[in-house]
């Protein structure tokens, strides 16, 4: 049953493309005739009723842009029953028969209990920079945030070379290593530390002394902020190696800039897929892609399930360091 109006709202951590995939979304329903509301702030504006019917225009000047115009929150009262039947009272007030939701794995979670609860029309699209939803290769943010990590690695390497330093840079990825995984691969670090595989730190700092005796002349180790804390490794890594180690946390700046092509490109191809599928009257999925094709999900499957790690990623890393 073709839907009148939908709604569409980014939620959880922010990631570059959110903003390309929503004006997808929006451009494609209004393209099909469908009123189109935005929620701001994610389910703590779905709560508080802050939402406003969109137009083309409230999209114009979106797709560079990295954020969210729509704004996103972490809710704690959304996890209540109370919250969420609030929440869905305000969307039933405003006539929307169904949600589009681009988030991470928690922003889904939410969205399939607004299904389960109360039956209402929900479509995912994979929205962070982590790259840690189930049944997808994708998701929204993650290449912008890789390029951003690998530049910042370009530059540490110079200071360490200059140095003779050991760098120990801090990545984001929540409990994913695929941001470090990639970024130590394509950065050229000599050490990738992920929470998916065990490491042993004191033939590291043996490995480190041996290199650094033969002359090397720096070494770049990368962390994922799910395997340790880069600022306690430092300590360890200087006490064992006695050679100048340096920390750096990348932080915040992983989750800003402006969408490369590839966030630019998926996002508005799963943004468009989203809104004809909640119009035509399709729920409880999420679109993603597998092997470069956009494929569907079981919302259910892809908030119930964990993603692993590449094998295929573990193994190059060990031959190319
Ligand atoms: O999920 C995206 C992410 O950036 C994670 O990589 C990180 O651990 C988390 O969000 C930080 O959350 P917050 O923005 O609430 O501090």
Redesign the pocket.
């Known amino acids: 049953m073709i839907k009148k109006a939908i709604a569409v709202m980014t939620s959880?951590?922010d990631s570059p493309g959110m903003n390309a995939a929503a004006r997808a979304v929006v451009r494609t329903a209004l393209y099909e005739g469908v009123e189109v509301w935005g929620i701001h702030n994610g389910y703590r504006g779905m709560i508080k009723d802050d939402m406003e019917k969109l137009t083309r225009f409230s999209v114009s000047d979106m797709i560079q842009r990295g954020g969210t115009f729509l704004g996103t929150a972490?809710s704690s009262e959304f996890k209540t029953p109370e919250g969420r039947k609030k929440a869905f009272d305000n969307l039933r007030s405003h006539g929307i028969e169904g949600l589009v939701i681009i988030g991470?794995d928690g922003s889904l979670t939410g969205g399939s209990m607004l299904s389960k609860e109360f039956g209402l029309p929900i479509v995912g699209l994979p929205g962070?920079?982590?790259n840690d939803v189930w049944g997808t290769d994708y998701t929204i943010g993650a290449d912008t945030a890789a390029n951003t990590i690998v530049d910042a690695l370009n530059k540490l390497r110079d200071t360490a070379s200059a140095h003779r330093r050991i760098m120990i840079v801090e990545v984001?990825?929540?409990k994913s290593g695929w941001l470090a995984m990639m970024t130590g691969i394509a950065g050229g670090a000599e050490y990738i530390l992920v929470p998916e595989v065990k490491y042993d730190l004191d033939s590291m700092c043996h490995e480190l002394v041996e290199m650094y005796e033969k002359g090397k002349r720096y070494s770049i180790i990368v962390v994922a902020?799910g395997a340790c804390s880069a600022i306690g490794l430092g300590k360890v890594v200087e006490q064992q190696t006695n050679i100048d180690t340096r920390v750096s946390v990348l932080g915040y700046i992983?989750?800003g800039g402006s969408p490369t092509v590839e966030d630019r490109m998926k996002a508005s191809m799963l943004g468009e897929k989203a809104a004809l599928a909640i119009i035509s009257g399709i729920s409880n999925v999420v679109f993603g892609f597998d092997m470069g094709k956009v494929v569907s999900i079981n919302l259910f499957d892809a908030v119930n399930n964990k993603k692993t790690l590449d094998p295929e990623l573990v193994r190059l890393a060990r031959v190319l360091a």
């Open positions: 959880g951590g972490r991470g962070t920079i982590d984001m990825g929540h902020e992983q989750r």
